[in-house]
């Protein structure tokens, strides 16, 4: 009588099916830790922008609230980067001088969009946060929040004027926070 013994170990078929299950499984998991990454890093770029917009939005309240008129499409002086005309110009008197002296005791803010960035045309700030109102000072000119545009809107109702800038922050990726108002102060004289 033979006996048909058969040897410890596996056979060919049962390692090739076991390393098929293997890659398959592996692949998964390497799709799901992929998709992971992908997500965060879109999350992650989408709360860059949002501060981004956060942060401008408060750039922009401030300086206009620091200004007597918002203007629309100012040219912008030789001190800028960009050619042109500025999205929108804030004139802000000078805290020393004659108030009522709107030519030549004022300076200007610009902002303006230039190679896919928003930027700040102006006086330089003080580390106190203080504008630099200095007669002759150079301008300060840099971006404000890079890859993204700035455009003037309307939203509830309200449009840019003269007391008002109306404007909304568009990212190329599809992120478009709510329009923003900022209003210039008033002021009464007697």
Do not use: K, W
């Amino acid at each position: 009588m033979a006996s048909c013994r058969r040897s410890a170990g596996f056979t060919l078929v049962e390692l090739l099916v076991a390393l098929v299950a293997g890659t398959v499984v592996f692949a998964a998991a390497g799709s799901v830790l992929l998709s992971q990454v992908r997500s965060t890093s879109n999350l992650e770029v989408a709360q860059r922008q949002r501060d981004n917009a956060v942060r401008l939005d408060y750039l922009v309240q401030v300086e206009a609230s620091e200004a007597a008129v918002v203007e629309v499409a100012r040219a912008l002086p030789d001190g800028c980067v960009g050619t042109g005309d500025a999205l929108a110009a804030f004139r802000v008197p000078r805290d020393s001088g004659n108030y009522l002296d709107t030519t030549t005791n004022v300076s200007f803010i610009y902002y303006y969009n230039l190679g896919g960035n928003v930027r700040r045309c102006g006086p330089p700030v003080h580390r106190n946060g203080v504008l630099n109102h200095t007669i002759g000072a150079a301008l300060h000119d840099g971006v404000a929040v890079r890859n993204a545009r700035i455009e003037l809107v309307s939203c509830a109702g309200q449009s840019t004027n003269s007391q008002q800038l109306v404007y909304r922050l568009i990212y190329p990726a599809g992120y478009a926070p709510a329009c923003s108002i900022a209003r210039a102060r008033t002021v009464f004289i007697r």
